[in-house]
């Protein structure tokens, strides 16, 4: 079966560091478009990152461009979001999906940003 899994959130210091991962299954990262999206407490969903094939690059919301990157590891089948000079705001559940109109969806990892 087609699973991502994430995994690596957890509780860190405004200013501070966390890196997430999304491990795929059933089938191989690099052949498709991946996407990165997130849920704050109470709030929408919102768009973060997608990734693409053919050397096509990265795409990023305005307000993570800069201090977040995503990136493939194709010999492990995993992706990863390295989240840098965090703040309150990125509080939220974050969720890897397939595609760049997101399809399959993890089921999330929790990042908190607090002092």
């Known amino acids: 079966q087609v699973h991502v899994v994430e995994s690596g959130g957890g509780l860190v210091q405004p200013g501070g560091s966390l890196r997430i991962a999304c491990a795929a299954s059933?089938?191989?990262?690099?052949?498709?478009?991946m996407t990165w999206v997130r849920q704050g407490s109470g709030k929408g969903l919102e768009w973060v990152s997608s990734?693409?094939?053919?050397?096509?690059?990265?795409r990023y919301a305005d307000s993570v461009k800069g201090r977040f990157t995503f990136s493939r590891d194709d010999g492990k089948n995993t992706l990863y979001l390295q989240m840098n000079s965090l703040t309150v705001d990125d509080t939220a559940v974050y969720y890897c999906a397939i595609g760049d109109i997101p399809r399959t969806w993890g089921q999330g990892t929790q990042v908190t940003v607090s002092s």
């Open positions: 059933g089938f191989t990262a690099s052949t498709l478009h």
């Open positions: 990734i693409y094939v053919d050397g096509r690059g990265t």
